[in-house]
């Protein structure tokens, strides 16, 4: 049982008219910051010349900002920091790293609108799904500063004794970690992967994805307002092809910590498990990369609960995010009337710039995926019936209409490629035990859900249903810090459990210690 109370960070009610003014703020706000940003290697700041523009991806003509990359040397430099800093961080009473993430956690929380308007110039979230992720980070800081004061409590507790010897146990940092992000959750799920080595009494080298660095470098502004000495946490943006990779290869580094697609985190866990000259140690790889979510929607339910659910769970954020729903598996008795629902529901959704709060859906991040996105439509309509959506649009930022294509083979490949977009493949099944069948028939293993009033179907999905996160009669997406642990099976990751009690110990190694008396 916990001993240090949780509660999550509450959402914005955006019906109240003073939050939606508190927003409109937080985006003026954002439009007045400065427009370059440097490393930040020991607390310096360090400017390369080697500048990534970063554009609004709902208007890809408006530059957020420019910020400075990493290269080799930058990068040996920030891991001799994180090394000799290392020395002095994983001997910090865990209290006091916990104090760090609370206090970066009330700092968030006063600029809340701020940080969400960022997410939505930066990264194209509309509004609700800017202030989840927010909220979410907060979470991650509450929660994991909690776990460690618990796993705190556990050194120098004598575990047993003898009349010869006292045992103890304990937990101990790992050493300097690299923390590689993503850009969906580019404020959330950073914050949750660099505090987790952090508080945990490590160092860290960070790498944020490419499209969303100016996210990245405003949070670590806030580590270090929050007292985070410097070295803790280094900010190396840049190539993940140049320094991603000599980070990963570094025979110094102890662990890699990554979200993101499958084929990047495969390279990764592949790169790590070679020994480098001079490595002692052999690293860890903690990894999340994807999915190919189902929703399994059974006979006897109710449709317009399922086709709520499969909308929720595929177009929030323009399906961006590992969780999303992108294969429906319906019961052929409520088939055509689900999917007459899903269809209707889609056409309601509205599209455009979410600095619009009545956008329900933004762009898609970039031009790469506006371009993949636009060729998966191509192959969608050509594997089953597009019956909403379809169409693209790049005259002024990257919008893609959120798609439903149905009567698709189970072995189609828009039912087995992670796609990452507003787009879900509809197919037909006879029963239920060729529902659960075809949504374990993907590579990965992610999330899942299923929508059923039968209380043996719902038992054989807990069973046989093979994810990390399956949910039952509601969305496969909004995963909640401390309540429901987030990670994947199979090429879904290592099931690190991210939010979970033993996501922490990950980052550290346990010690006995035996004294004779």
């Given at each position: 049982?916990a001993?240090?109370t949780y509660?999550?960070?509450p959402l914005?009610?955006?019906s109240?008219k003073?939050?939606q003014?508190?927003?409109?703020k937080?985006?003026?706000?954002?439009g007045e910051?400065?427009?370059?940003?440097?490393?930040i290697?020991?607390g310096?700041r360090?400017?390369t010349?080697q500048?990534v523009?970063?554009?609004?991806p709902s208007?890809?003509?408006?530059?957020?900002?420019s910020i400075?990359q990493?290269?080799?040397?930058e990068?040996?430099?920030a891991?001799?920091?994180?090394l000799?800093t290392?020395k002095t961080w994983?001997?910090?009473?865990?209290k006091?790293?916990?104090?760090?993430?609370?206090?970066t956690a009330?700092?968030?929380r006063?600029?809340k609108?701020e940080?969400s308007?960022?997410?939505?110039?930066?990264?194209?979230?509309?509004w609700?799904?800017?202030?989840?992720d927010?909220a979410?980070?907060?979470?991650?800081?509450?929660?994991?500063g909690?776990?460690?004061?618990e796993?705190?409590s556990i050194?120098?507790?004598?575990?047993s004794r003898?009349?010869?010897?006292?045992?103890?146990y304990?937990y101990i940092p790992?050493?300097?970690?690299?923390?590689?992000?993503?850009?969906?959750f580019?404020?959330a799920i950073?914050?949750g992967?660099?505090t987790?080595a952090v508080?945990?009494?490590?160092?860290?080298l960070?790498?944020?994805a490419?499209?969303?660095?100016?996210?990245a470098?405003k949070?670590?502004e806030v580590l270090?307002?929050?007292?985070?000495?410097?070295?803790?946490?280094?900010f190396?943006p840049?190539?993940?092809?140049?320094?991603?990779?000599?980070?990963?290869n570094?025979?110094?580094?102890?662990f890699?910590?990554?979200t993101?697609s499958?084929n990047?985190?495969?390279?990764?866990?592949?790169k790590a498990?070679?020994v480098?000259k001079?490595?002692i140690w052999?690293?860890?790889?903690?990894a999340?990369?994807?999915g190919?979510d189902?929703?399994?929607?059974?006979?006897?339910?109710?449709?317009?609960l399922?086709?709520?659910a499969?909308?929720?769970s595929s177009?929030g954020f323009?399906?961006?995010?590992?969780?999303a729903?992108s294969?429906?598996?319906i019961?052929?008795?409520?088939y055509?009337?689900?999917?007459?629902?899903?269809?209707e529901k889609?056409?309601?959704?509205?599209?455009?710039?979410p600095?619009?709060?009545?956008n329900y859906?933004?762009?898609?991040?970039d031009?790469?995926?506006?371009?993949?996105?636009?060729e998966?439509?191509?192959?969608?309509a050509?594997e089953?019936?597009?019956?909403?959506g379809?169409k693209?649009?790049?005259s002024?930022?990257?919008?893609?209409e959120?798609t439903?294509?149905?009567?698709v083979d189970?072995f189609?490949?828009?039912?087995?490629?992670?796609i990452f977009?507003?787009f879900?493949a509809i197919t037909?099944?006879k029963?239920f035990n060729e529902?659960?069948?075809?949504?374990?028939?993907t590579?990965?293993g992610?999330?899942g859900a299923v929508?059923?009033?039968n209380r043996?179907h719902?038992?054989?999905?807990?069973?046989?249903?093979h994810?990390?996160?399956l949910?039952f009669n509601?969305?496969?997406?909004?995963?909640i810090?401390g309540?429901q642990?987030?990670g994947?099976?199979n090429?879904?990751?290592?099931?690190?459990k991210?939010?979970?009690?033993?996501?922490l110990?990950?980052?550290?190694?346990?010690?006995?210690?035996s004294?004779s008396?």
């Amino acid at each position: 049982m916990a001993i240090y109370t949780y509660k999550t960070e509450p959402l914005v009610d955006f019906s109240k008219k003073e939050n939606q003014e508190m927003f409109k703020k937080g985006l003026k706000k954002v439009g007045e910051y400065e427009k370059n940003y440097p490393l930040i290697i020991g607390g310096k700041r360090i400017e390369t010349g080697q500048l990534v523009k970063s554009y609004n991806p709902s208007n890809h003509q408006e530059l957020i900002g420019s910020i400075h990359q990493a290269g080799i040397k930058e990068a040996e430099e920030a891991m001799e920091v994180a090394l000799d800093t290392f020395k002095t961080w994983s001997k910090v009473d865990p209290k006091v790293r916990a104090d760090v993430l609370f206090k970066t956690a009330a700092i968030i929380r006063r600029r809340k609108f701020e940080f969400s308007a960022l997410l939505t110039k930066e990264a194209g979230k509309p509004w609700i799904e800017a202030d989840a992720d927010t909220a979410e980070a907060i979470d991650f800081l509450e929660f994991y500063g909690r776990q460690m004061l618990e796993l705190g409590s556990i050194d120098n507790k004598v575990l047993s004794r003898r009349n010869i010897e006292r045992n103890e146990y304990r937990y101990i940092p790992l050493g300097v970690g690299a923390v590689i992000t993503p850009w969906n959750f580019p404020l959330a799920i950073l914050t949750g992967m660099t505090t987790a080595a952090v508080v945990s009494g490590n160092t860290v080298l960070l790498k944020p994805a490419s499209t969303t660095q100016i996210i990245a470098y405003k949070f670590v502004e806030v580590l270090e307002e929050a007292g985070l000495p410097a070295g803790v946490v280094n900010f190396v943006p840049g190539k993940g092809s140049e320094i991603g990779e000599y980070i990963v290869n570094h025979p110094k580094i102890r662990f890699i910590s990554f979200t993101g697609s499958k084929n990047v985190g495969a390279s990764i866990y592949e790169k790590a498990a070679k020994v480098q000259k001079g490595q002692i140690w052999l690293k860890r790889v903690i990894a999340e990369m994807g999915g190919k979510d189902a929703i399994v929607v059974d006979s006897d339910i109710d449709t317009e609960l399922a086709a709520d659910a499969i909308v929720k769970s595929s177009f929030g954020f323009s399906g961006q995010k590992c969780s999303a729903c992108s294969r429906a598996i319906i019961h052929q008795d409520v088939y055509d009337e689900v999917i007459s629902k899903v269809v209707e529901k889609t056409k309601a959704l509205t599209i455009g710039d979410p600095y619009d709060f009545s956008n329900y859906m933004g762009p898609v991040i970039d031009e790469k995926a506006f371009e993949r996105l636009s060729e998966y439509i191509k192959i969608g309509a050509n594997e089953g019936k597009i019956v909403a959506g379809g169409k693209v649009d790049a005259s002024v930022g990257w919008f893609v209409e959120p798609t439903v294509i149905i009567d698709v083979d189970p072995f189609a490949r828009i039912m087995q490629e992670e796609i990452f977009g507003p787009f879900v493949a509809i197919t037909k099944v006879k029963d239920f035990n060729e529902a659960i069948e075809v949504a374990n028939n993907t590579e990965y293993g992610l999330t899942g859900a299923v929508i059923s009033n039968n209380r043996v179907h719902l038992e054989k999905a807990r069973e046989e249903f093979h994810v990390g996160n399956l949910y039952f009669n509601r969305k496969c997406t909004g995963a909640i810090v401390g309540y429901q642990p987030f990670g994947g099976f199979n090429m879904s990751g290592t099931d690190s459990k991210a939010g979970g009690p033993d996501y922490l110990i990950l980052h550290m190694q346990g010690k006995t210690i035996s004294e004779s008396l």
